[in-house]
């Protein structure tokens, strides 16, 4: 009876397998460097993270910039580990940002010397990603001073009255738990 309502450990597993999850990821340059001012440094970044995120069977959902940071909404398969996901996207956008400014006469511009050392992670919830999605696809709109959107930009930061989507905090991979005030 329980493993007809439950179904077959084979459909469990794959079940589990197919599923998919959210997550919002925040790169900012070392020092908040305005390279990402750039038109072709920018696209440059955005077309790596998307490329790599498809190598990785995942779907990019959003992805904007500032001249300092960018974001990525990306759906995710289950199996795929999410520090595994945001090294080789953070890899190759640094790699691709480098090139481009190099080709731009930034000589001293190493792949290693492009992002901050640490990331913002988030696993969002299935009711959160349209929002979040939204802010990061008008993520040159969303820098103006009356539309920031701090909670997004300070991942993980607690806000007064705890007004913050449902989401999960990773430092480098790694779980932070917060409490909502």
Do not use: I
């Not at 992805?63 to 190759?92: I, K, Q, T, Y």
């Amino acid at each position: 009876m329980e493993q007809e309502r439950n179904g077959s450990p084979e459909q469990t597993a794959r079940a589990r397998k197919d599923a998919e999850l959210f997550v919002h990821l925040r790169l900012e340059t070392v020092g908040t460097a305005p390279w990402l001012a750039d038109e072709d440094v920018a696209q440059a970044a955005l077309t790596a993270v998307t490329a790599r995120a498809k190598e990785h069977r995942c779907r990019v959902l959003a992805v904007g910039n500032a001249v300092d940071h960018l974001h990525a909404v990306l759906r995710f398969p289950a199996s795929l580990p999410l520090n595994l996901l945001a090294r080789v996207v953070r890899e190759a956008s640094a790699q691709a940002v480098a090139r481009a400014l190099q080709v731009l006469g930034e000589a001293d511009a190493a792949p290693e010397a492009v992002w901050s050392r640490h990331h913002a992670l988030d696993t969002l919830s299935a009711t959160d990603v349209a929002a979040v999605a939204a802010y990061v696809h008008c993520h040159p709109q969303s820098h103006a001073p009356d539309t920031l959107r701090p909670e997004w930009e300070r991942a993980g930061a607690a806000l007064e009255g705890g007004q913050r989507p449902s989401w999960n905090y990773f430092v480098r991979g790694r779980p932070h738990k917060y409490r909502r005030q």
